[in-house]
């Protein structure tokens, strides 16, 4: 094999562990190079010394008949400054309004939310699951079981409620108030 030959293997190869995250069985890195398992040991042997005398940041290392490619041991101080910084997320109008319906009428499918939001409403709560303010709690016994939703501790948390008991409650005043913009603004769009 030439050099220009190992080099797209060892791309392959570095591609395959990076990409599958935990250990790979050779043979099955055999098969991705179409080679032969002593062959693609002596291709992986080869990065991992290599890996170790350039003095990089990660490593593969062997698991029994496998291979998984790492961080050395020596940058985890370096990782942990990375993992320490809090995430840092924002809550838009749409985030808020739809984490709002679920906290007032949890547990609640997207379905529900959809109806009273009047769009869809998959990327606002896949992004209050991300931020972990809402998850789901199970399924609704009905045709398709569609996921329910509800708030989390860390929604608890962050907006400094012992439990969604303690969610503010609004007066029928406010509620009429909501009712009426909400006509109104149904009228604006039906008149454009």
Known sequence: MDTVEIKKLEGIIEA???AMGDSVELGQIALAIEHDEETTRKIIHQ????YETEDRGIRIIELEDAFQ???KKEMYEYLIRVAKQPKKYVLTDVLLETLSIIAYKQPVTKLEIEKIRGVKSDHAVNKLVEYDLVYEVGRLDAPGKPILFGTTEEFLRRFSIQSA??????NPEQVENFKEEAEEEIQLKLDI
Do not use: A, E, G, Q
Not at 47 to 50: A, E, K, L, Q, V
């Open 16 to 18: 395959v562990l990076f």
């Open 47 to 50: 990065m991992m010394d290599r």
């Open 69 to 71: 490619m790492c961080t």
């Open 165 to 170: 008991d303690d969610l503010p409650t609004l």
